[in-house]
């Protein structure tokens, strides 16, 4: 385990640099690193950005990296071809959409066609047109899978995924229905929809009201990753992109977002862009940010690197996302529900048993929550989507 631990932590690193300052330099890596650098770009959704920016001479390598770019082509004109029929359907049903992140990113030309992985499609949709907007998805050939606080995921009907490394052109393009775009740090909710679903948004599909909104999505989003150390490289890629196109004023959309409330949550994801990607950001942002930044998260903040707070870490951290918590009371209530986690943590883990691939006939899922609560404490609780993706690349030919 320690091999892989290095290994993930090597490569991952590696990659990170390679994306925010291209060298043409192969690296010295063994047969293990190339196959954990295949799972790594592949779980941070990387694999067809690194087809050009690194041109590697590694024969796995490069054909893994240039079929990625073939199938996230192909899925990008099957999603296209998706939200062009959500248009269609949407405006004459009188329903307004914003489609987000991913979708929202080809627009303005950070990416070209096949740069961007996109797993799914997700739709903002006012609260009283939630109901409508979900029977245009039943309309459309879809089933809704499950709800949580967060969204309803709707799934095509009689599709599934197929068992794969990365991107596959025919992976089921599930979509996402939001009525509100917030995340829990670890606890507190912040709430940026008011940012992004206009009062004057039209039926069909609509685009964020500014790049100001759609960092502020991204940016929370990100927040909300850090806290369940579930960040990945291609957010950090989005920010740095959009951030170099942001003007001074556009920035202050964050201090406008959560109704006065200054952002304190935006620094960490911020801080650990400007680790790989200096010039994007600037350091007058970063002090505007820290000040309002409560005191512990803001010194995490200074020393997180990609591979501790993403799916690169082999083992679960017991307490991840207790450094959010902004009082005594909020990290009391924090380590309550960790011991008896409450009825909805419980449904959204039925739920992610039943439909993630990586979780399904894993031995560890069945275990009880007091082993593995007591495993997780102990430090040795494996992360089974860092596992799946690396037992994938190392069965690849």
């Known amino acids: 385990m320690k091999t892989l631990r290095q290994g993930l932590r090597r490569t991952t690193e590696a990659l990170a640099r390679q ?11 063994n047969e293990l690193e190339w196959q954990l650098a295949m799972a790594v770009a592949a779980a941070h959704g990387v694999s067809p950005l690194l087809g050009t920016l690194a041109p590697w001479q590694h024969g796995a390598w490069s054909r893994f990296v240039a079929e990625q770019r073939a199938h996230v082509l192909h899925r990008h004109r ?124 039209r039926p069909g599909l609509n685009a964020y009201p500014s790049n100001g909104a759609l960092m502020c999505h991204l940016l929370l989003h990100a927040a909300g990753n850090l806290c369940n150390r579930t960040t990945r490289l291609i957010q950090l890629n989005d920010i740095a992109l959009l951030a170099m196109r942001m003007l001074p004023d556009d920035w202050n959309v964050l201090w ?94 039925q739920a992610m048993v039943r439909t993630q691939l990586w979780l399904q006939g894993q031995r560890w899922v069945g275990l009880s929550r007091g082993r593995r609560m007591l495993a997780s404490l102990a430090g040795r609780a494996p992360r089974m989507d860092t596992l799946y993706v690396v037992r994938t690349a190392l069965r690849q030919p």
């Not at 009525?179 to 670890?186: D, G, N, V």
């Not at 952002?263 to 820290?290: E, F």
Request: hydrophobic share 45%; net charge negative.
């Open 78 to 201: 099957r999603i296209q071809v998706l939200l062009e029929r959500l248009a269609e359907t949407a405006h004459a049903a009188g329903v307004a959409l914003v489609p987000l992140k991913g979708a929202a990113l080809h627009g303005p030309g950070l990416y070209l066609p096949g740069d961007r992985p996109m797993a799914d499609i997700d739709l903002l949709v006012d609260g009283r047109d939630a109901d409508r907007a979900a029977r245009l998805l039943l309309e459309l050939g879809y089933e809704e899978s499950f709800a949580q606080w967060k969204h309803r995921v709707f799934k095509p009907v009689a599709d599934s995924p197929p068992a794969v490394l990365g991107e596959h052109r025919d992976t089921p393009v599930n979509i996402e229905l939001h009525t509100r775009i917030q995340e829990r740090l670890p606890l507190s909710t912040v709430d940026v929809t008011a940012r992004i679903l206009a009062p004057d948004a």
């Open 19 to 29: 994306l925010a300052r291209p060298t043409e330099a192969t690296p010295d890596w």
């Open 256 to 349: 406008q977002a959560t109704d006065g409330e200054a952002p304190w949550w935006a620094l960490p994801p911020l801080a650990l862009v400007a680790r790989y990607y200096p010039h994007a950001i600037s350091p007058d942002l970063l002090a505007r940010l820290a000040a309002c930044c409560p005191p512990v998260l803001r010194a995490v903040a200074r020393r997180q690197d990609l591979t501790r707070m993403s799916c690169s870490a082999l083992w679960l951290h017991p307490l991840a996302g207790i450094e959010w918590s902004r009082s005594l009371g909020e990290a009391r209530h924090y380590l309550a529900n960790r011991i008896s986690p409450p009825a909805e943590a419980i449904a959204e883990r």
